[in-house]
């Protein structure tokens, strides 16, 4: 039998998946108090996009009735984070979600400062949706996601290269994440490192030009955001042995607030090409042409396409390397594990 009184609190722009989770763990308390946020808050607080709170209300209560919690739920204004939560005598626990949880600790503290007993804390975790970021009202409301977080409309992603080998090997990583449910552009950008970087460069250079190829994508204008762009380096790592350098592919998937790595299958570059690059301040490609006789071979099958005798293609190297950038995302998004 449902007992206790439960208190959440939001401005409930739409009611998403997200709440909805929110709104079931209600179910088992007997008393249900909701503070719903003002217009006044929502505009001081510059939370976009919204509605009036009358239509809030109105998808609330549809909510709430769908969920069986209505009849035994009082839904009041808030004017604060709190919304009353720091003086309630007769609540015992606080619903939050993750992104809110940082609210309930700071009323808890208030609550004590009014010689309150603290409220247990029931933390609802995030979900995420088809694009593998966390199921927003934004997203909704600019059509790229329903409520539950499927696309609406392709993913736009941007990725740093006019090389038409790293283009195909980035085009068969995204449909391995994403199906068909993207469009993707392409620039140049420059990695700001060295022409073949060494060692931590690598990263650098793949975060430097998954950056750049971002703020080029958002400065354009209406229209043309991205939804992730997407930075490629291959540089020689001879941490581990001095005397081996090893070929690998990086790989930086950019949201513009965090970034996610993933690295590609590496080989073994000849010690007499991995000098002459030092020596030269060269590439790989440059260094095989005076070799080979092939020109941007990192155009075409790549160093690992002519060193394998066509066994493997650099191709590969960049869609393992993109697919693996993606892996942190996906296990946030589909098992809840944080990186």
């Known amino acids: 039998m449902a007992k206790g009184h439960c208190i959440l609190g939001g401005t409930f722009t739409y009611v998403h998946a997200g709440h909805e989770g929110m709104l079931s763990a209600c179910r088992k308390f007997s008393r249900v108090s909701i503070g719903l946020t003002s217009d006044a808050f929502v505009k001081r607080n510059k939370i976009y996009p919204s509605f009036p709170y009358a239509r809030r209300l109105a998808g609330l209560k549809a909510a709430l009735k769908k969920t069986g919690v209505l009849p035994r739920c009082e839904i009041f ?19 939050v979600s993750e992104e809110t949880e940082s609210a309930a600790v700071r009323i808890n503290r208030q609550r004590k400062k009014n010689s309150l007993r603290p409220l247990k804390i029931i933390t609802v975790p995030l979900l995420y949706g088809d694009d593998l ?17 499927r696309l609406r409309v392709p993913l736009r992603i941007q990725v740093a290269t006019d090389n038409p080998t790293k283009r195909k090997g980035t085009a068969t990583a995204l449909r391995r994440i994403f199906g068909s449910k993207f469009t993707l552009n392409s620039h140049s950008e420059d990695s700001r490192v060295p022409a073949h970087p060494f060692d931590n460069q690598t990263f650098e250079g793949a975060r430097n030009r998954a950056v750049a190829a971002w703020k080029r994508a958002n400065g354009a204008g209406k229209g043309s955001k991205c939804d992730y762009s997407l930075g490629i380096e291959s540089g020689l790592f001879s941490r ?15 949201d513009g607030k965090t970034e996610t790595y993933g690295t590609g299958m590496g080989f073994v570059v000849p010690e007499q090409i991995a000098k002459k690059i030092k020596r030269d301040k060269s590439d790989l490609s440059v260094a095989l042409a005076e070799i080979t006789g092939i020109e941007r071979i990192g155009w075409k ?10 066994k493997m293609h650099r191709a590969e190297q960049i869609e393992a390397a993109v697919t693996c950038a993606f892996v942190p995302r996906v296990a946030v998004a589909k098992l809840g594990m944080e990186y």
């Open 77 to 95: 204004k808030i004017e604060n984070e709190a919304g009353g939560a720091d003086r309630n005598k007769a609540a015992d626990t606080i619903i």
């Open 133 to 149: 970021k966390k199921i927003s009202n934004v997203a909704i409301y600019e059509g790229k996601t329903d409520l539950h977080g």
């Open 240 to 254: 581990m042995h001095p005397h081996t350098h090893i070929d690998i592919t990086i790989a930086c998937v950019y």
């Open 301 to 310: 099958q790549g160093a690992l396409g002519w060193f394998s005798k066509g």
